[in-house]
Structure formats: C-alpha cells, structure tokens
C-alpha cells in the first residue's frame, strides 16, 4: 500500500463521470463520447502549463453542485483504494466550485463527505488540502486560510490538513501570499506549493522553501538548476512532489529522460512520486513508478525508500 500526496479534485475524476455529470446537468462540452472528449481534454507532451490550465475549464463545468463534488471526491478514493493506495490527500480550491453560488460550507462539506463514504466502504484515509490561486489577490488568499485554519481548528472531523499555492505560476510570485501562509501554519496547517514548475521560476521555488519553509513541493523540477537549494532542501527535509508525466505535459522537461528525479533522489533530496491530474495528464502514481523504474533508472529498493518518504510526508498522520 502507498500514500499518494499530489492529486488535484478537478483533474482526476473518471471521464465517463465527466460525460454524465454534464449530461444530467445540461452542461455543454466539446464532445459527449468519452474517447472524443478525453483526446480533446487530455495533456499533451509539450504543452505549456497555460494550455495545460485551461482544459480545468471542462472538468469544473459540471463541478459546481454538491452531488457532483461528492461524487467525484468518493471516486477519486475508490479510484486510488483499487490501485494498491490506501493513503490519498486531495487538494482543491473550494473558490472554483461557487459558479452556481454554492457556499464554502456545501463545498468542504461535500468533500468530506465523499471521503468519509469511501473511508468507510474502502478503508482508505484521506484528508483535504486546500489550494490558493496564485494569481488571486493577497486577500482572496487570505480568506482562504482564514477558512482552512477554521476548518482545521474547529472541525476536524472535515480533515483539512494543508494548505498550497497552486495555478499559472509564471509572472505570480508565491511572495504576495506570505500572510495566508502565516495564517495557514499559525493554525497548524501543514504547507506544501507548487514552485519550480515552468522555466523561470528558480526563485520562487528558493523562495517556497527557504522562505515559506514549505514541508513539501508540488513538482519542484527546477531544484536541480541549484546545488545549494538542494542541499538546503535536504537539511530542511523537504519532501518534493514528484509528477513526472505532469511535467513533459506542461514543457518543463521536454521528454522523461531528461526528468531529474533520479539526480535529486540521488544527492538525498526526498522524493515521493504522485499522479498530479490522474484523468487530464491519463497517468497513476502505479504508472509514475513505472516510470521510474523503467526510465528513470530507480532500483526497487530506491522506490521502496521513495514510497517511504511518501509515508512519512503525509499530512494527515
């Protein structure tokens, strides 16, 4: 069994759902056969994080009622519990599902209940980690941790355990949102953001995690550009989440020889391999150590570690 710690709610639900959602709302989308609508909406090797962005558009259509984002969160998990993953930490921003004017409360709590239903028919454990926008204001961001640090403090029973940075991250810098982060981990929440995934963005992602002091990093691809921040990264113990098939998708690494998650993992950087958007970029955490193992060059007993660095990288003990 595996943790899986990097999936995002609106990239990973199941495209026959995708397909009944829309039509059970009237919901317009490029194609209603499942094998059209997926080669139009799925990532593609050398797309921009921008282009990879805007299919989120598709998938949070039909993601605006309390059915559709119990459903998917319960099937995310069963999703995972049948693939060897009795772990998974589900991240999301709860601002993206208000389009039909739900409330925060019917969002996190439609969440929670989909987990809690696959927890108890499944076994699996999972929690919620919610996702500011980086190109939103300070105060959108704020708000949010203001609403995370509620959710943790005063209702644990809805598992919010973490809080991120995530979306466009060229021109964003994770520096605008450093009183959300204060807000977040004052309450406990643990952090984790998406840095050094576009070319570019060195700084913010020395930034995330001399700074922030980030426990974790969503792709982090760019570590390798500085021997200094890796070694920083190791004394700090920061784990990064490592989504190689998502990073040909968005054109950070152009094919996955050249991904260096083996060199990190090597220089002792804590690596633990994550699916990132299961439907949109059609991968699994099984497929990424695969990957791994068969083009990477990681040894069983290297994956074996990683998959412990998973475990001990959990937010939700």
Known sequence: MA??????????????????????GGISLPSYDAKELLSQIKFKQGMTQEECLAAFATTLSVMQTEYAISRIAYEICEDNWNRGINHVEIRYCPFLHQGKGLGIEAIVGAVQRGISLAEKNCGIRACQIFGALRHDTAERSEELAGIASYYHKEKPDYKVAGFDLCCAEANNPPWKHDKAFMIAQ??????????????????????AICAMKADRIGHGTLLIEDERLIQTAKRLGTTIECCVTSNVHTGIIKDLTEHPAKRLFDAGVRIAFCADNSLLSQTTMERELRIAMHVLGFTKEDLEKCLKYSDEARFLK
Not at 3 to 24: K, Q
């Open 3 to 24: 943790s899986e710690l990097h999936l995002h709610l609106d990239g990973s639900m199941r495209i026959g759902t995708l397909v009944e959602l829309a039509r059970f």
């Open 186 to 207: 004052e309450a406990g929440l643990k952090i984790t953001v998406h840095a050094g995934e576009v070319p570019g963005s060195l700084d913010y992602l020395r930034y």
